[in-house]
Protein backbone atom coordinates (compact mmCIF):
# COMPACT_ATOMS: atom_id res chain seq x y z
CA UNK A 1 0.00 0.00 0.00
CA UNK A 2 1.17 3.37 -0.55
CA UNK A 3 1.12 6.66 2.01
CA UNK A 4 -1.46 7.96 -1.74
CA UNK A 5 -3.70 5.53 -0.80
CA UNK A 6 -4.65 6.49 2.40
CA UNK A 7 -6.35 9.87 1.42
CA UNK A 8 -3.74 12.20 2.72
CA UNK A 9 -2.67 15.69 1.17
CA UNK A 10 -0.22 16.24 -0.88
CA UNK A 11 1.13 18.47 1.62
CA UNK A 12 1.68 15.77 4.70
CA UNK A 13 2.98 13.22 1.72
CA UNK A 14 5.72 15.33 0.80
CA UNK A 15 6.41 15.96 4.51
CA UNK A 16 6.86 12.36 4.88
CA UNK A 17 8.43 11.64 1.62
CA UNK A 18 11.16 13.93 2.92
CA UNK A 19 11.05 11.74 6.08
CA UNK A 20 12.03 9.01 3.84
CA UNK A 21 8.85 7.16 4.69
CA UNK A 22 8.08 4.86 1.27
CA UNK A 23 5.14 3.31 2.71
CA UNK A 24 2.91 2.72 5.57
CA UNK A 25 3.74 0.63 8.47
CA UNK A 26 0.66 -1.79 9.58
CA UNK A 27 -0.55 0.10 12.23
CA UNK A 28 -0.70 3.17 9.72
CA UNK A 29 -2.49 1.27 7.35
CA UNK A 30 -5.13 0.58 9.68
CA UNK A 31 -5.13 3.33 11.87
CA UNK A 32 -4.61 6.65 9.36
CA UNK A 33 -8.20 5.26 8.02
CA UNK A 34 -10.49 4.84 11.07
CA UNK A 35 -8.71 8.56 12.35
CA UNK A 36 -9.92 10.26 9.24
CA UNK A 37 -13.72 8.75 9.50
CA UNK A 38 -14.00 10.41 12.78
CA UNK A 39 -13.90 7.39 14.73
CA UNK A 40 -12.50 6.81 18.46
CA UNK A 41 -9.36 4.45 18.19
CA UNK A 42 -8.54 1.89 20.98
CA UNK A 43 -4.67 1.21 19.51
CA UNK A 44 -2.20 -1.43 20.88
CA UNK A 45 0.67 -1.13 18.92
CA UNK A 46 4.36 -1.85 20.35
CA UNK A 47 7.27 0.67 20.49
CA UNK A 48 8.71 1.30 16.94
CA UNK A 49 5.89 0.87 15.02
CA UNK A 50 5.07 3.86 13.73
CA UNK A 51 1.85 4.92 15.94
CA UNK A 52 2.89 8.65 16.47
CA UNK A 53 2.50 9.11 12.78
CA UNK A 54 -0.31 6.76 13.18
CA UNK A 55 -2.41 8.98 15.06
CA UNK A 56 -0.71 12.48 14.00
CA UNK A 57 -1.00 12.14 10.03
CA UNK A 58 -4.91 12.14 10.17
CA UNK A 59 -5.15 14.44 12.68
CA UNK A 60 -3.33 17.38 10.58
CA UNK A 61 -5.17 16.10 7.71
CA UNK A 62 -8.12 17.01 10.15
CA UNK A 63 -7.28 20.41 11.05
CA UNK A 64 -5.71 21.43 7.45
CA UNK A 65 -9.19 23.02 7.08
CA UNK A 66 -8.31 25.28 10.12
CA UNK A 67 -4.46 25.68 8.63
CA UNK A 68 -3.85 29.61 8.63
CA UNK A 69 -0.81 32.28 9.21
CA UNK A 70 -2.92 34.46 10.92
CA UNK A 71 -0.91 36.27 13.70
CA UNK A 72 -4.10 36.72 15.83
CA UNK A 73 -3.76 33.96 18.93
CA UNK A 74 -7.74 33.92 18.95
CA UNK A 75 -7.38 32.31 15.03
CA UNK A 76 -4.71 29.54 16.72
CA UNK A 77 -7.20 27.42 19.64
CA UNK A 78 -5.79 24.47 20.54
CA UNK A 79 -7.63 21.54 18.52
CA UNK A 80 -5.69 18.39 19.08
CA UNK A 81 -4.50 17.32 22.46
CA UNK A 82 -1.99 14.66 22.70
CA UNK A 83 -0.92 13.76 26.73
CA UNK A 84 2.30 11.54 27.09
CA UNK A 85 3.43 9.85 30.09
CA UNK A 86 7.19 11.08 30.12
CA UNK A 87 8.71 14.53 28.82
CA UNK A 88 10.95 12.27 26.52
CA UNK A 89 8.16 11.10 24.52
CA UNK A 90 6.26 14.32 24.41
CA UNK A 91 9.44 15.74 23.40
CA UNK A 92 9.90 13.09 20.40
CA UNK A 93 6.22 13.42 19.31
CA UNK A 94 6.87 17.41 18.97
CA UNK A 95 10.04 16.53 17.11
CA UNK A 96 7.74 14.46 14.47
CA UNK A 97 5.04 16.70 14.49
CA UNK A 98 7.13 19.13 13.11
CA UNK A 99 8.55 17.37 10.09
CA UNK A 100 4.93 16.03 9.39
CA UNK A 101 3.96 19.79 9.49
CA UNK A 102 6.47 21.59 7.61
CA UNK A 103 4.38 22.65 4.64
CA UNK A 104 0.57 23.00 6.50
CA UNK A 105 0.84 26.49 8.62
CA UNK A 106 -0.29 24.45 11.87
CA UNK A 107 1.32 25.36 14.75
CA UNK A 108 2.21 22.39 17.44
CA UNK A 109 4.06 23.27 20.76
CA UNK A 110 5.61 20.56 23.36
CA UNK A 111 5.31 21.47 26.82
CA UNK A 112 6.47 19.35 30.20
CA UNK A 113 7.78 19.54 33.73
CA UNK A 114 11.40 20.10 35.12
CA UNK A 115 11.82 23.17 32.78
CA UNK A 116 10.95 26.70 32.84
CA UNK A 117 7.47 27.29 32.43
CA UNK A 118 8.09 31.05 30.87
CA UNK A 119 9.03 30.50 27.07
CA UNK A 120 5.95 27.74 27.39
CA UNK A 121 3.23 30.51 28.52
CA UNK A 122 4.95 32.35 25.45
CA UNK A 123 4.47 30.18 22.81
CA UNK A 124 1.11 29.28 24.28
CA UNK A 125 -0.19 32.77 24.29
CA UNK A 126 0.45 33.20 20.58
CA UNK A 127 -1.73 30.43 20.03
CA UNK A 128 -1.05 26.66 18.73
CA UNK A 129 -3.49 24.30 17.30
CA UNK A 130 -1.57 21.03 18.44
CA UNK A 131 -0.34 20.46 22.12
CA UNK A 132 1.73 17.86 23.34
CA UNK A 133 1.78 17.72 27.33
CA UNK A 134 2.67 15.86 29.98
CA UNK A 135 -0.62 15.95 32.13
CA UNK A 136 1.01 17.25 35.44
CA UNK A 137 2.69 20.63 33.34
CA UNK A 138 -0.31 20.64 31.32
CA UNK A 139 -2.56 20.92 34.69
CA UNK A 140 -0.41 23.85 35.85
CA UNK A 141 -0.30 25.77 32.20
CA UNK A 142 -4.36 25.47 32.98
CA UNK A 143 -4.47 26.76 36.61
CA UNK A 144 -2.14 29.41 35.06
CA UNK A 145 -4.88 30.22 32.51
CA UNK A 146 -2.58 29.83 29.92
CA UNK A 147 -4.67 27.05 28.03
CA UNK A 148 -7.93 26.92 27.37
CA UNK A 149 -9.28 23.23 26.12
CA UNK A 150 -12.80 24.12 24.93
CA UNK A 151 -11.83 24.28 21.03
CA UNK A 152 -10.55 20.13 21.65
CA UNK A 153 -11.92 17.94 18.78
CA UNK A 154 -9.18 15.32 19.15
CA UNK A 155 -7.60 13.88 22.25
CA UNK A 156 -5.06 11.54 22.06
CA UNK A 157 -3.51 9.28 25.23
CA UNK A 158 -0.20 8.25 24.31
CA UNK A 159 1.02 5.41 26.10
CA UNK A 160 -2.01 4.86 27.78
CA UNK A 161 -0.69 1.91 29.71
CA UNK A 162 2.72 3.60 30.92
CA UNK A 163 0.19 6.70 32.22
CA UNK A 164 -1.68 4.15 34.53
CA UNK A 165 1.59 2.93 35.85
CA UNK A 166 3.19 6.33 36.56
CA UNK A 167 -0.29 7.06 38.54
CA UNK A 168 -1.66 10.05 36.17
CA UNK A 169 -5.26 8.29 36.52
CA UNK A 170 -6.09 11.38 38.53
CA UNK A 171 -5.19 13.95 36.24
CA UNK A 172 -6.21 12.52 33.13
CA UNK A 173 -9.29 12.17 35.08
CA UNK A 174 -9.25 16.00 35.65
CA UNK A 175 -7.78 16.92 31.99
CA UNK A 176 -10.95 14.64 30.39
CA UNK A 177 -13.35 16.90 32.41
CA UNK A 178 -12.43 19.77 31.06
CA UNK A 179 -12.64 18.56 27.12
CA UNK A 180 -15.67 18.84 25.07
CA UNK A 181 -17.31 16.25 25.24
CA UNK A 182 -17.86 16.06 21.42
CA UNK A 183 -14.51 14.77 20.68
CA UNK A 184 -12.78 12.49 19.23
CA UNK A 185 -10.36 10.10 21.79
CA UNK A 186 -7.73 7.96 20.40
CA UNK A 187 -6.03 5.63 23.15
CA UNK A 188 -2.61 3.82 22.38
CA UNK A 189 -1.01 1.70 24.47
CA UNK A 190 1.43 -1.24 24.04
CA UNK A 191 -0.56 -3.43 26.03
CA UNK A 192 -4.12 -4.12 26.45
CA UNK A 193 -4.04 -4.22 30.46
CA UNK A 194 -7.38 -4.76 31.92
CA UNK A 195 -7.42 -0.57 33.03
CA UNK A 196 -6.80 0.37 30.10
CA UNK A 197 -10.34 -1.54 28.81
CA UNK A 198 -11.74 0.19 31.46
CA UNK A 199 -10.80 4.22 30.59
CA UNK A 200 -11.52 3.25 27.42
CA UNK A 201 -15.06 2.33 28.35
CA UNK A 202 -15.31 5.15 30.34
CA UNK A 203 -14.04 7.80 27.80
CA UNK A 204 -14.82 7.00 24.59
CA UNK A 205 -17.51 5.83 22.29
CA UNK A 206 -17.55 2.44 20.82
CA UNK A 207 -13.95 2.52 19.86
CA UNK A 208 -12.82 0.75 17.47
CA UNK A 209 -9.85 -1.64 18.00
CA UNK A 210 -6.44 -2.17 16.43
CA UNK A 211 -4.15 -4.34 16.92
CA UNK A 212 -1.32 -4.91 14.57
CA UNK A 213 0.66 -7.33 16.68
CA UNK A 214 -0.23 -10.47 19.25
CA UNK A 215 -1.53 -8.39 22.87
CA UNK A 216 1.65 -7.81 24.54
CA UNK A 217 3.49 -9.47 21.75
CA UNK A 218 7.35 -8.72 21.84
CA UNK A 219 8.63 -7.91 18.21
CA UNK A 220 9.85 -10.65 15.89
CA UNK A 221 12.67 -8.31 14.99
CA UNK A 222 14.24 -8.53 18.35
CA UNK A 223 16.11 -11.47 19.20
CA UNK A 224 15.98 -12.59 23.01
CA UNK A 225 18.72 -13.86 25.22
CA UNK A 226 18.23 -14.56 29.23
CA UNK A 227 21.91 -14.91 30.70
CA UNK A 228 21.62 -16.76 34.40
CA UNK A 229 24.38 -14.98 36.29
CA UNK A 230 25.07 -14.43 40.34
CA UNK A 231 24.06 -11.30 40.83
CA UNK A 232 27.48 -9.87 42.03
CA UNK A 233 28.76 -10.54 38.20
CA UNK A 234 26.46 -9.00 36.28
CA UNK A 235 28.41 -5.94 35.79
CA UNK A 236 31.39 -7.81 35.02
CA UNK A 237 29.36 -10.07 32.45
CA UNK A 238 27.77 -6.73 30.93
CA UNK A 239 31.36 -4.98 30.06
CA UNK A 240 32.31 -8.10 28.84
CA UNK A 241 28.83 -8.60 26.78
CA UNK A 242 29.78 -5.14 25.11
CA UNK A 243 32.63 -5.50 24.67
CA UNK A 244 32.47 -9.23 22.96
CA UNK A 245 30.00 -8.28 21.37
CA UNK A 246 31.37 -5.30 20.13
CA UNK A 247 28.12 -3.10 20.85
CA UNK A 248 28.82 -0.33 19.47
CA UNK A 249 25.82 1.41 21.16
CA UNK A 250 23.42 -0.50 23.99
CA UNK A 251 20.60 1.22 26.46
CA UNK A 252 20.81 -0.81 29.65
CA UNK A 253 18.05 -0.91 32.05
CA UNK A 254 18.24 -0.50 35.79
CA UNK A 255 15.30 -0.94 37.91
CA UNK A 256 16.00 2.12 40.44
CA UNK A 257 17.82 5.14 39.81
CA UNK A 258 20.60 4.59 42.78
CA UNK A 259 21.69 1.80 40.67
CA UNK A 260 21.24 3.51 37.85
CA UNK A 261 23.97 5.57 38.78
CA UNK A 262 25.80 3.06 40.41
CA UNK A 263 26.12 1.17 37.35
CA UNK A 264 26.93 3.61 34.59
CA UNK A 265 29.64 4.96 37.46
CA UNK A 266 31.24 1.66 37.86
CA UNK A 267 30.76 1.21 33.76
CA UNK A 268 33.10 4.37 33.71
CA UNK A 269 35.20 2.99 35.81
CA UNK A 270 35.37 -0.40 33.18
CA UNK A 271 36.92 2.06 30.49
CA UNK A 272 33.22 2.32 28.86
CA UNK A 273 31.78 5.69 28.02
CA UNK A 274 28.52 5.52 29.92
CA UNK A 275 26.22 7.99 31.20
CA UNK A 276 22.71 7.44 33.40
CA UNK A 277 19.50 9.22 33.01
CA UNK A 278 16.41 9.27 35.16
CA UNK A 279 13.48 11.34 36.67
CA UNK A 280 16.81 12.95 39.35
CA UNK A 281 18.83 14.32 36.59
CA UNK A 282 17.41 17.69 35.63
CA UNK A 283 16.33 18.01 32.29
CA UNK A 284 19.10 19.61 30.69
CA UNK A 285 21.08 16.89 31.63
CA UNK A 286 18.71 14.19 30.45
CA UNK A 287 18.02 16.10 26.88
CA UNK A 288 22.20 16.52 26.54
CA UNK A 289 22.87 12.47 27.54
CA UNK A 290 19.96 11.60 25.07
CA UNK A 291 21.36 14.03 22.28
CA UNK A 292 24.57 12.49 22.83
CA UNK A 293 23.47 9.31 22.34
CA UNK A 294 21.54 9.48 19.45
CA UNK A 295 24.31 11.49 17.74
CA UNK A 296 26.55 8.00 18.62
CA UNK A 297 28.79 10.27 20.50
CA UNK A 298 27.58 8.09 23.87
CA UNK A 299 27.87 4.61 23.89
CA UNK A 300 25.66 3.14 26.69
CA UNK A 301 22.96 4.68 28.02
CA UNK A 302 22.30 3.12 31.63
CA UNK A 303 17.86 4.25 32.08
CA UNK A 304 15.11 3.58 34.10
CA UNK A 305 12.21 2.64 32.83
CA UNK A 306 10.75 5.78 33.15
CA UNK A 307 13.07 7.62 31.39
CA UNK A 308 13.73 5.53 28.56
CA UNK A 309 9.99 6.13 27.84
CA UNK A 310 9.55 7.49 24.07
CA UNK A 311 13.09 6.90 22.90
CA UNK A 312 13.06 6.85 19.73
CA UNK A 313 16.68 5.99 18.32
CA UNK A 314 16.23 4.10 15.19
CA UNK A 315 18.56 1.26 14.83
CA UNK A 316 19.34 0.67 18.24
CA UNK A 317 21.07 -2.87 18.19
CA UNK A 318 21.11 -3.61 21.68
CA UNK A 319 18.69 -3.89 24.69
CA UNK A 320 20.34 -5.34 27.94
CA UNK A 321 18.31 -5.42 30.90
CA UNK A 322 20.53 -5.33 33.81
CA UNK A 323 18.06 -5.82 36.38
CA UNK A 324 14.72 -7.51 34.78
CA UNK A 325 11.61 -5.44 35.72
CA UNK A 326 9.22 -5.91 38.59
CA UNK A 327 6.23 -5.72 35.52
CA UNK A 328 6.34 -7.91 32.53
CA UNK A 329 4.76 -4.97 30.54
CA UNK A 330 7.99 -3.27 31.49
CA UNK A 331 9.85 -6.05 29.24
CA UNK A 332 7.87 -5.25 26.45
CA UNK A 333 8.53 -1.66 26.48
CA UNK A 334 11.97 -2.20 27.51
CA UNK A 335 12.74 -4.49 24.46
CA UNK A 336 10.83 -2.09 21.96
CA UNK A 337 13.60 -0.01 22.08
CA UNK A 338 15.65 -2.33 19.50
CA UNK A 339 14.25 -3.72 16.43
CA UNK A 340 12.60 -0.60 15.73
CA UNK A 341 10.82 0.42 12.22
CA UNK A 342 11.78 -2.83 10.96
CA UNK A 343 15.64 -3.09 11.89
CA UNK A 344 17.26 -6.43 13.54
CA UNK A 345 17.97 -5.83 17.47
CA UNK A 346 19.03 -8.02 20.25
CA UNK A 347 17.51 -8.00 23.69
CA UNK A 348 19.93 -9.52 26.36
CA UNK A 349 18.17 -10.38 29.96
CA UNK A 350 20.87 -10.85 32.87
CA UNK A 351 18.83 -12.84 35.24
CA UNK A 352 19.99 -14.08 38.87
CA UNK A 353 18.31 -16.92 41.13
CA UNK A 354 16.51 -13.80 43.33
CA UNK A 355 14.45 -12.94 39.41
CA UNK A 356 12.59 -16.28 39.26
CA UNK A 357 9.27 -14.78 39.69
CA UNK A 358 9.90 -11.77 37.06
CA UNK A 359 11.31 -14.08 34.38
CA UNK A 360 8.10 -16.64 35.25
CA UNK A 361 6.35 -13.19 34.70
CA UNK A 362 7.97 -12.31 31.21
CA UNK A 363 7.01 -15.87 29.74
CA UNK A 364 3.51 -15.35 30.65
CA UNK A 365 2.64 -12.25 29.30
CA UNK A 366 4.77 -12.45 25.91
CA UNK A 367 3.47 -16.21 25.96
CA UNK A 368 7.01 -17.62 24.97
CA UNK A 369 9.67 -19.61 26.26
CA UNK A 370 13.23 -17.70 27.42
CA UNK A 371 14.99 -20.51 28.44
CA UNK A 372 17.62 -18.50 30.61
CA UNK A 373 21.98 -19.82 29.06
CA UNK A 374 25.09 -19.56 30.72
CA UNK A 375 27.96 -17.48 29.40
CA UNK A 376 31.26 -19.08 29.40
CA UNK A 377 33.34 -17.79 31.96
CA UNK A 378 30.12 -16.59 34.34
CA UNK A 379 29.10 -19.87 34.75
CA UNK A 380 26.40 -19.58 37.86
CA UNK A 381 26.99 -20.58 41.37
CA UNK A 382 24.04 -22.60 41.85
CA UNK A 383 23.93 -24.40 38.54
CA UNK A 384 25.82 -27.83 38.28
CA UNK A 385 28.98 -27.04 36.35
CA UNK A 386 28.86 -29.69 33.34
CA UNK A 387 32.19 -31.34 32.47
CA UNK A 388 33.10 -28.77 29.56
CA UNK A 389 32.71 -25.55 31.65
CA UNK A 390 34.78 -27.09 34.40
CA UNK A 391 38.18 -26.01 32.49
CA UNK A 392 36.77 -22.03 31.64
CA UNK A 393 39.23 -19.79 32.97
CA UNK A 394 36.42 -18.01 35.45
CA UNK A 395 36.55 -20.98 36.93
CA UNK A 396 39.98 -19.80 38.25
CA UNK A 397 38.44 -16.49 39.58
CA UNK A 398 38.76 -15.70 43.32
CA UNK A 399 36.63 -17.08 46.06
CA UNK A 400 33.74 -15.34 47.63
CA UNK A 401 35.85 -14.01 50.93
CA UNK A 402 37.94 -11.97 48.17
CA UNK A 403 36.08 -9.05 47.29
CA UNK A 404 39.05 -7.07 45.44
CA UNK A 405 39.57 -10.48 43.56
CA UNK A 406 36.09 -11.19 42.81
CA UNK A 407 35.62 -8.03 41.11
CA UNK A 408 38.61 -8.16 38.88
CA UNK A 409 37.04 -5.25 36.94
CA UNK A 410 38.39 -2.83 40.03
CA UNK A 411 41.55 -2.60 38.61
CA UNK A 412 44.24 -4.35 40.96
CA UNK A 413 47.34 -2.22 40.26
CA UNK A 414 45.52 0.75 39.21
CA UNK A 415 46.29 3.17 41.83
CA UNK A 416 50.09 3.23 41.88
CA UNK A 417 53.24 2.13 43.20
CA UNK A 418 52.96 0.41 46.59
CA UNK A 419 49.19 -0.86 46.35
CA UNK A 420 50.00 -2.58 43.55
CA UNK A 421 52.43 -4.95 44.76
CA UNK A 422 50.41 -5.81 47.73
CA UNK A 423 47.95 -7.92 45.98
CA UNK A 424 50.01 -10.02 44.29
CA UNK A 425 51.98 -11.12 47.17
CA UNK A 426 48.90 -11.73 49.18
CA UNK A 427 47.65 -14.19 46.30
CA UNK A 428 50.83 -16.11 45.93
CA UNK A 429 51.16 -16.58 49.39
CA UNK A 430 47.56 -17.97 49.31
CA UNK A 431 48.20 -19.69 46.31
CA UNK A 432 51.11 -22.08 48.32
CA UNK A 433 48.76 -22.98 51.06
CA UNK A 434 46.88 -24.74 48.08
CA UNK A 435 43.34 -22.15 49.07
CA UNK A 436 43.20 -19.93 46.31
CA UNK A 437 43.89 -19.81 42.38
CA UNK A 438 45.14 -16.05 40.81
CA UNK A 439 45.15 -15.71 37.16
CA UNK A 440 48.39 -15.70 35.84
CA UNK A 441 48.36 -12.26 34.14
CA UNK A 442 47.69 -10.82 37.45
CA UNK A 443 51.04 -11.63 39.01
CA UNK A 444 54.56 -11.06 38.42
CA UNK A 445 56.81 -13.80 36.93
CA UNK A 446 58.64 -14.31 39.80
CA UNK A 447 55.21 -16.23 41.78
CA UNK A 448 54.39 -20.16 41.26
CA UNK A 449 50.60 -20.18 40.00
CA UNK A 450 48.70 -23.06 41.51
CA UNK A 451 45.53 -24.40 39.54
CA UNK A 452 43.38 -25.55 41.85
CA UNK A 453 40.49 -28.40 40.56
P1 LIG B 1 7.13 5.45 16.63
O1 LIG B 1 6.57 4.07 16.81
O2 LIG B 1 6.10 6.45 16.32
O3 LIG B 1 7.99 5.86 17.79
O4 LIG B 1 8.10 5.43 15.34
C1 LIG B 1 9.30 4.73 15.27
C2 LIG B 1 10.19 5.21 14.16
O5 LIG B 1 9.70 4.83 12.88
C3 LIG B 1 10.36 6.72 14.09
O6 LIG B 1 11.73 6.99 13.94
C4 LIG B 1 9.60 7.15 12.86
O7 LIG B 1 10.19 8.29 12.27
C5 LIG B 1 9.75 5.93 11.99
N1 LIG B 1 8.63 5.75 11.02
C6 LIG B 1 7.33 5.99 11.26
N2 LIG B 1 6.59 5.66 10.17
C7 LIG B 1 7.44 5.21 9.24
C8 LIG B 1 7.29 4.73 7.90
N3 LIG B 1 6.10 4.63 7.33
N4 LIG B 1 8.39 4.36 7.23
C9 LIG B 1 9.61 4.45 7.82
N5 LIG B 1 9.84 4.88 9.08
C10 LIG B 1 8.76 5.26 9.79
Not at 162 to 173: E, H
Not at 188 to 202: G, M, N, Q, V
Not at 298 to 305: K, P
Request: hydrophobic share 35%; glycine share 6%; charged share 25%.
Amino acid sequence: MLFSELGLSPEILRAIEEQGYSQPTPIQEKAIPLVLSGRDLLAAAQTGTGKTAAFMLPILERLKKFANTSVSPAMHPIRALVLSPTRELADQIGVNVQTYTKYLPLRATTVFGGVNMDPQTQELRRGVEILIATPGRLLDHIQQKTVQLNKVEVLVLDEGDRMLDMGFIQDIRKIMGMLPKERQTLLFSATFAPEIKRLASDFMRSPQTVEVARQNATNDQVEQLVYQVDSFKKRQLLAHLIRSREMSQVIVFCKTKISADQLSRDLKREGLDAEAIHGDKTQGTRLETLAAFKEGSLRVLVATDVAARGLDISELPYVVNFELPTSPEDYVHRIGRTGRAGAKGVAISLMCPEEGKQHEAIEKLTKQTLTPQSVDGFWPSWQPRPKSAQREPMQREPMPREPMRREPSVPAFSSGKGEGLKQPRQGARRSRKGKREIPALLLPPRYKVEIIR
